[in-house]
């Protein structure tokens, strides 16, 4: 599977933004879904999965209560949605992908991921 990331961008710290990435290829509800950020110097850490049926959610304590991942089967994209954004939130966005074993199987370690998208850079400016 092939993921495209895009939506990213500059905004003020308060803001917020929707990234998107858009899956082809294989059948995109075969797999669970994951967004990663990684800042300048950082390693790439963890922000939020969602199973393929949609039913399980997980995301990083760092951005719970701000971060909202969803996905539409129909159009082979997943999103998240950021809200109140802060400039710790600045980093590049990977979505990323795997083989799921059921409708709520879902991963949080990047190991798990086989598939990746390009990235997409995300900068909040205080």
């Known amino acids: 599977v092939q993921l495209q990331a895009y939506g990213g961008g500059l905004v003020q710290a308060g803001g917020s933004l929707r990234l998107s990435c858009r899956a082809s290829?294989?059948?995109?509800?075969?797999?669970?879904m994951g967004w990663f950020r990684q800042a300048p110097g950082k390693e790439r850490d963890f922000v939020a999965s969602?199973?393929?049926?949609?039913?399980?959610?997980y995301y990083a304590d760092s951005v719970k209560g701000r971060v909202t991942i969803s996905r539409d089967n129909a159009k082979n994209t997943v999103y998240l949605q950021m809200n109140s954004l802060k400039p710790e939130d600045t980093a590049v966005y990977y979505c990323?992908?795997?083989?799921?074993?059921?409708?709520?199987?879902?991963?949080?370690?990047?190991?798990?991921?086989?598939?990746w998208g390009q990235g997409t850079q995300v900068t909040v400016s205080s």
């Open positions: 990323a992908a795997h083989d799921s074993t059921s409708s709520f199987d879902t991963r949080r370690l990047s190991d798990d991921y086989a598939y």
């Open positions: 290829g294989r059948l995109f509800s075969n797999y669970g």
């Open positions: 969602i199973s393929w049926g949609g039913t399980r959610t």
